[in-house]
């Protein structure tokens, strides 16, 4: 959201202007913000700059990431070719397939690895977070065969519904069915 208002020319942002674009109430705003530190002016609101790169450090994201993603079809490739996860500070270091088809081309800067390698990818590159985006059906023989010494996030794209918290693995479950959901009810609460 500062980045939002940074782009609009903003060198402040209110508490009440954030709130309005994420639907969080602005003392709840201001309640999260004060745990970061002192960058709010009463009645003015927030430096832009300052709480860009708080939030960064909050969010561990100050620096590059480099992250892998695993099975290269529809979904990966798109996810592949998304420029903003690289504004986003998160560099895709390699991707991996089972398809002998698909393995050694590249998809924009990033280089499609056998899956095979994935381990000692892992652990010679130290990396620490996967994206999953294979079927369904290959979800669980793929995770217990992460190497769980290095890789600590998982963003999981498959509709395989995984722990948040698997052998020392922060799992997320993405699924935009389930968001689209969320829209509907929404519509449906507010009789739109
Ligand atoms: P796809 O069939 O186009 O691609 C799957 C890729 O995984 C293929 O390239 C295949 O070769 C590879 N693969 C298969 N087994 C593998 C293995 N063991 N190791 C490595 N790679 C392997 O499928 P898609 O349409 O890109 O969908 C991918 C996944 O994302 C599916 O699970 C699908 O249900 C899910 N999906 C989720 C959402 C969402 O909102 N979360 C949206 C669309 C698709």
């Not at 079809?73 to 986003?88: D, E, I, N, P, V």
């Not at 499609?112 to 381990?119: L, M, R, T």
């Not at 969320?182 to 449906?188: A, G, L, P, W, Y």
Request: glycine content about 8%; hydrophobic content about 40%; aromatic content about 8%.
């Amino acid at each position: 959201m500062p980045k939002y208002a940074k782009s609009q020319g903003e060198k402040v942002v209110r508490s009440s202007d954030i709130s309005i674009l994420c639907g969080i109430k602005p003392d709840v705003i201001r309640r999260d913000f004060s745990h970061f530190g002192d960058f709010g002016v009463r009645g003015r609101g927030y430096d832009i700059d300052k709480l860009i790169v708080q939030i960064r450090k909050n969010l561990g994201i100050n620096r590059k990431k480099n992250v892998i993603l695993i099975g290269v079809g529809s979904l990966g490739t798109a996810l592949l070719k998304y420029q903003g996860f690289r504004t986003a500070n998160f560099n895709f270091i390699a991707a991996f397939d089972i398809n002998p088809k698909k393995i050694g081309k590249k998809i924009g800067e990033t280089i499609i690895y056998n899956i095979k390698e994935v381990n000692s990818f892992i652990e010679k590159n130290k990396i620490k977070i996967a994206l999953l985006t294979v079927p369904t059906s290959e979800t669980i023989k793929i995770i217990n065969n992460l190497d769980s010494k290095y890789i600590k996030g998982i963003l999981n794209f498959t509709s395989t519904i995984l722990p948040a918290r698997k052998n020392n693995i922060y799992i997320r479950n993405i699924d935009l069915a389930r968001e689209l959901e969320v829209i509907s009810f929404c519509m449906n609460r507010c009789n739109i």
